[in-house]
């Protein structure tokens, strides 16, 4: 097994993390994982004459070599007929095949289930030593029960036995089995122990339980399974230079709005009715037959309420085109509907929404046609030649419900498992896709408010994400809309109390608000979970001479109150000198060093990381801020109060707390 670099190695972890990357692109940029390898059955055909082991290569014989790349294999006799059926999963579609053994064949088996006591034994006997013995054979059919024995699968935990032609086993009963149950460890630490046991009238061509220290074999009917299975021949997925591929999670789009050059017409995405946009060339022979047909069909297409949109790509590469423009070819086709060329911005998009939703780094083919619903979202992608029939037959695609448009967007047709946990984890990884596509969309000041949108769908899918409320807040925050920040924030923070971030833009909201003991709260929060973002974030627009303003005064006192916890605090676990030091120095520099209760902080904070020296040195520069001797109280710091800890910090002792 390959082994991970230590991550306590930076150098290793840094080349782990570019190697994932570069992985990861190449995967995104179409290639497949292990180069398309076709799966392979060996058959041991034993030892040759000369001392060689030998196995011959009977895949294609078996009918079990498809290009899939393939993982996980699983052996279980799914039909219950006695012989082992597998199941496949692969990184390619079909993700999970069933290849059910139907070999002709009147060989006699035997099927067995252990069951452990619970006690000495694990409850699914796993290592337990099975051997099956037939009359006149004086070597027995051996199985080992096993867990984990393949990659990212588990075969059936019943021990099939293959016992040859059904004439070798008089009357057809087997002479006795034999369970070597496995134990625990022995008391004197002497090594594993087992104990055997016999079952005896068992047949052949039966299924048996086996239950520990019971001595009897009970027979079991054959299962009848929950979940039906089509029959048909395994496919191969044929290769197309054409894809429809339909949407789980729908995206908006930027809103829309393409005036035409030719007919004065507006189209507006997100107006109600569906929109079509078609990629298209003159250059490019399937798009030219595409949009004969949208010609054609245009009644239809009217009547499904679709607005259609030509947009030519021809400026793009110049080199590329015909000898006629695309307003020549439009106009001899008679285009009934708008057209525009394509603009760098809206390609630019639609091409992120195409790697985005495909996980493909791979530039838009041409054609290519963007379905959108309604209400302007990105329902059907259509690579190559457009169906008109499936685009017709896609309109209501975005209407149907997350699950339903999984079914619907599966490659291969299927049954999907419906149960309560399922259907939870599909919702809640939903959120995640529309939470991370916010995250990217925030960052561009033009698409905040398809930020927020993507946000709000993560919180209709799942509405306890707190790190969605979390940036949702602060987006709010952003567009100053102070009580919908609140309302995200604090939700935030009491599903996750540890998102430090969220902590400091409740505080920064209070600090607004003119709340400061609140906001003092949530502040020492944010330290607690994220001192370093919280240093970074509050800091000071001016100094006291230029902004005197109460907003800056507010910004003091909070950044005052966090020292005093960091140097002097009651809490324990938030008491960290060298934190107040760094945040003490930017406060001293920030107040022009003239603010005593800065300057007594400060001193405070070197003393809590025994820097004595300094300490006394900065408090002499705070009582120095006094301007007579005579002068005994500035604000609520008095000079006894000041000269008290100054002695403390000549004796080597810290302030704490007082």
Known sequence: MSQSASTSDEEASDNVRQSHRQLSEMMRSGRSFSGRERNCLFLNIRTTAEGEA?????SALAGIDFPDDGR??????????????LWISNRNAPRLRLLRNDAETSNAFLALRLVGSGTSTNRDAI???????????????IQTLKAGEGFISQSSKWLNFGLGEPEKVPQGRIERVVVRWPRRAADDGAGRDTREEVFENLEINGRYRLVEGSGQAVPVEPLRHAVPLAVGPPQVQP????????????????????????????????SGKPLLLNLWATWCKPCRAELVELTQRAAELRAAGIQVVALSVDHLSPEAG???????????????????????????????????????????????????????????????????????????????????????????????????RVESTAEAY??????????????????????????????????????????????????????????????????????????????????????????????????????????????????????????????LELQLAVVRQLATGSVAELRNGREA????????????????????????AYAESRRFDDAVATQLRALATFESPAEDRIGSIDRAALERELQLYREGKPRRGQ
């Open 581 to 604: 030091v760094r945040w003490a120095e930017r406060l001293v520099d920030a107040t022009d060093a003239a603010d005593v209760e800065a300057l007594r902080l400060l001193a405070a």
């Open 127 to 141: 290592g337990a030593r099975v051997e099956v013995y037939l009359p006149g054979e004086p070597t027995p059919h």
């Open 239 to 270: 290769d197309s230079s054409e894809a429809r591929i339909p949407l789980v999670t729908l995206f908006r789009l930027p809103k829309l709005q393409i005036r035409s050059r030719h007919n004065d017409v507006v189209v507006n995405g997100g």
């Open 322 to 420: 015909s000898s006629a423009s695309p307003d020549q070819v439009l106009a001899k086709l008679r285009f009934p509907f708008a057209s525009e060329r394509l603009g760098e911005d809206m390609l630019k998009a639609l091409e992120g929404y195409d790697r985005w939703l495909t996980a493909l780094n791979r530039p838009l083919s041409i054609p290519s046609s963007f379905l959108l619903d309604g209400e302007g979202r990105l329902t059907v992608i259509y690579q190559g030649r457009l169906p008109v029939d499936q685009l017709l037959a896609d309109v209501t695609h975005g209407s149907r419900s997350r699950h339903q448009r999984w079914l619907a967007s599966a490659p291969v047709s299927g049954r999907a498992i419906e149960h309560p």
């Open 430 to 555: 939903e959120a995640t896709v529309f939470y991370r596509r916010g995250a990217l969309l925030v960052e561009i000041p033009h698409r905040v408010d398809d930020a927020e949108y993507c946000y709000r769908q993560a919180l209709r899918y799942h509405d306890e994400f707190a790190a969605a409320h979390h940036r949702l807040g602060a987006l709010y925050l952003l567009k100053r809309q102070p009580q919908l920040a609140e309302t995200h924030l604090r939700r935030a923070v009491a599903l996750d109390p540890t998102l430090g971030w969220a902590h400091l833009n409740l505080a920064s909201l209070l600090v607004e608000r003119g709340d400061l003991p609140a906001a003092n709260r949530h502040l020492l929060q944010a330290v607690r979970y994220e001192p370093d973002a919280t240093f970074e974030k509050l800091r000071f627009r001016g100094d006291r001479s230029s902004s005197p303003g109460p907003q800056w005064r507010k910004q």
């Open 54 to 58: 030998r196995f011959a290569n009977v």
């Open 72 to 85: 996980g294999l699983a052996r279980v006799d799914w039909d219950q007929d006695g012989d082992l059926d």
